[in-house]
Structures are given as structure tokens and as C-alpha cells.
């Protein structure tokens, strides 16, 4: 858990020629009170990525989501809900298949896909049932794609791994290549 945080700190040095600490002191200037405002900010203001705006927002509010591993995120969202998890590994394995430039970014409850912008979102919802998020603007769905409201535009509720078909994974890259 730690080799992960200081291995993105240290980056995030690299590549902005700022600490951790200096960004924690720059963005508390701002007066920002919610974490959506703060990594708005860092990324219209300064260009970083969703990453590194999430982690120097999380540091500055002491949460524990920084410090805590994606592995662990993941983890903790399957607790209790086992038998869904391979329906999320199919979903990775398909998705990195997009490219290198996915983005996978394990938050509490979801793991948010993410190219330039997030394009779709998986979150297991119930004990029985994997809800896919995709963002299709102007797609009109269908009875498996659903309209939804929120971060995402349509929605897909996956209840058994053979269910990531051809169908569903068209339409995350008809999302991955707008994003």
C-alpha cells in the first residue's frame, strides 16, 4: 500500500516538478470545501490527470482512500458479493484491450474507466447484480441498455460473467473512442 502511494507522489514530482506537500498548500488557498471541486480545479487550472487531482485531494482531506490500493478497493467492493467478481475481471480484460491509454481508477463503491474523461463506470450494486455505466451520448439504448441518469448515460445490469458479450463491449468502445 505504501510502495503504491510514494511511487505516485514521487511521480507526480517527476512530472510536475511539484511535492506533494506544495500541492497540498496550493490547492488549500483555493478555499475549496467539496473533493469534486478540488480535482476540477487541478485539472482545468494545472492539466493533471484524474490521478494525481484525486490523490492531492484526498491528501489535503485526510482520507483514507489515498493511502488505501486499488487491489484493496476492488476488494472491499466485492466483499460479501464474491460471485460477481468475475464479471468485473472480464470487464478489465476486455477494456485494456482498448489501449494503454485506459485509465482504471478504483474508487469505494465503483471502479471509474477513464481515457481523456471517464466513458463508463462498474459498480457492483447488489449481491446479484454488476451495474456497467457508459457514457453514449446521443445513443438512444435499447431494453439492455438503459438510459440512466447521473455520471453516466446508459446503463447495463450484467448478473453473470457470460452476459460481457460482443454487444456490451461495443458499445464501452463506441464510449472509450468519443471519451
Known sequence: MADQAATM?????K?????IEWWIKHLKKQKLEKHGEMIKFLKSEHG???GFANLIAHELRGSAAAHAEPDDLVEAQYAGKESLRP????LIK???????????????????LRRSKQFAL???KTKTRVD??????????SDRLKPAKGMCTHKVGITEAGEVDK???????????AS
Not at 9 to 13: D, G, I, S, V, W
Not at 87 to 90: A, F, L, N
Not at 167 to 177: G, N, P, Q, S
Open 48 to 50: 493533471l490527470g484524474h
Open 94 to 112: 476486455a477494456v485494456k484491450a482498448f489501449g494503454k491509454d485506459v485509465e482504471i481508477a478504483p474508487k469505494k463503491t465503483g471502479v471509474s
Open 9 to 13: 507522489k514521487a511521480n507526480l514530482e
Open 167 to 177: 454487444e456490451l463491449i461495443a458499445w464501452l468502445r463506441e464510449a472509450f473512442d
Open 132 to 141: 456497467v455505466g457508459i457514457n453514449l451520448k446521443g445513443h438512444e439504448g
Open 87 to 90: 464479471i468485473y475481471d472480464q
Open 15 to 19: 512530472n510536475t516538478g511539484h511535492n
Open 122 to 124: 462498474i459498480e457492483p
